[in-house]
């Protein structure tokens, strides 16, 4: 059966080799492992987040700040039981959650790997992604994944087909973001730090402020304002 794992469905059929839209082929590719101190400041403690970046993207947003990893062939092909590892290691390392970066197209694997080491985990687990997903894939989440780490792009189906080839973002990311609400629930907290729920990032593009705020309008017209904790980015500034 072809890829269907992201909302662009494109139909690969990467067991035999074929590549996604997205880059992804058969196996899971991981371009890096790291504790990562500069997530959002409320995912950490101690020495970082455990994040494991995952190569190829089925956005490919012309202004990615990780290009080389979600554009290219960055890193090494892993199987689900080095992933499982992988996962153990970083909470043995002392990080405060587990980061899962770009992990849309990888999400049958990685929720196989998860539902394996759960219970051996007692830090929250983060699904860190660019709002590009399936409904149905963030609701098989459930019991899986503490904290949904979301973008939402973009405003309108014309800036996200100029900036990411996908004019039916909007409507993806919309119901993505209501599925991550029913299943992460209100913000959760230990102290300081989010141990459950939705932190939606929105990046004010150049030039971009009406986007912006069809964006953020449309986040408030779906969602009660306190099931989400907003960070709005401004980096071009």
Same mark, same amino acid.
């Given at each position: 059966?072809?890829?269907?794992?992201?909302?662009? =469905?494109?139909?690969?059929? @990467?067991?035999?080799?074929?590549?996604?839209?997205?880059?992804?082929?058969?196996?899971?590719?991981?371009?890096?492992?790291?504790?990562?101190?500069?997530?959002?400041?409320?995912?950490?403690?101690?020495?970082?987040?455990? *994040?494991?970046? #995952?190569?190829?993207?089925?956005? /490919?947003?012309?202004?990615?700040?990780?290009? *080389?990893?979600?554009?290219?062939?960055?890193?090494?092909?892993?199987?689900?039981?080095? +992933?499982?590892?992988?996962?153990?290691? &970083? *909470?043995?390392?002392?990080?405060?959650?587990?980061? +899962?970066? $770009?992990?849309?197209?990888?999400?049958? %694997?990685?929720?196989?790997?998860?539902?394996?080491?759960? %219970?051996?985990?007692?830090?929250?687990?983060?699904?860190?992604?660019?709002?590009?997903?399936?409904?149905?894939?963030?609701?098989?989440? =459930?019991?899986?994944? !503490?904290? #949904?780490?979301?973008?939402?792009?973009?405003?309108?189906?014309?800036?996200?087909?100029?900036?990411?080839?996908?004019?039916?973002?909007?409507?993806?990311?919309?119901?993505?973001?209501?599925?991550?609400?029913?299943?992460?629930?209100?913000?959760?907290?230990?102290? !300081? @730090?989010?141990?459950?729920?939705?932190?939606?990032? /929105? &990046?004010? &593009?150049?030039?971009?402020?009406? %986007? $912006?705020?069809?964006?953020?309008?449309?986040?408030? =017209?779906?969602? /009660?304002?306190? $099931?989400?904790?907003?960070?709005?980015?401004?980096?071009?500034?």
């Amino acid at each position: 059966m072809g890829c269907t794992q992201c909302p662009r =469905r494109c139909g690969a059929d @990467r067991e035999k080799g074929e590549r996604g839209y997205c880059g992804a082929g058969s196996g899971i590719r991981v371009a890096k492992v790291m504790l990562h101190p500069w997530e959002e400041p409320c995912l950490i403690d101690g020495p970082g987040a455990g *994040a494991i970046f #995952f190569g190829g993207c089925p956005l /490919h947003c012309v202004c990615c700040q990780n290009k *080389a990893i979600s554009h290219g062939d960055v890193g090494e092909t892993w199987d689900r039981s080095r +992933l499982e590892e992988e996962i153990l290691h &970083l *909470a043995e390392r002392g990080a405060s959650c587990i980061d +899962l970066v $770009s992990p849309t197209q990888y999400a049958e %694997d990685i929720l196989c790997a998860l539902r394996a080491v759960k %219970d051996r985990l007692s830090i929250p687990v983060v699904w860190n992604t660019g709002g590009y997903e399936n409904a149905d894939t963030i609701r098989a989440c =459930r019991g899986l994944v !503490d904290v #949904f780490l979301t973008d939402f792009k973009y405003g309108t189906a014309e800036t996200a087909e100029k900036y990411s080839a996908a004019p039916d973002y909007v409507t993806a990311a919309t119901d993505a973001l209501i599925a991550m609400v029913e299943v992460a629930g209100k913000p959760t907290w230990q102290g !300081d @730090r989010l141990t459950g729920g939705v932190i939606l990032r /929105h &990046l004010v &593009l150049p030039g971009g402020r009406r %986007d $912006s705020e069809a964006a953020l309008t449309t986040v408030a =017209r779906t969602v /009660h304002p306190d $099931s989400v904790i907003l960070s709005l980015m401004r980096q071009y500034t």
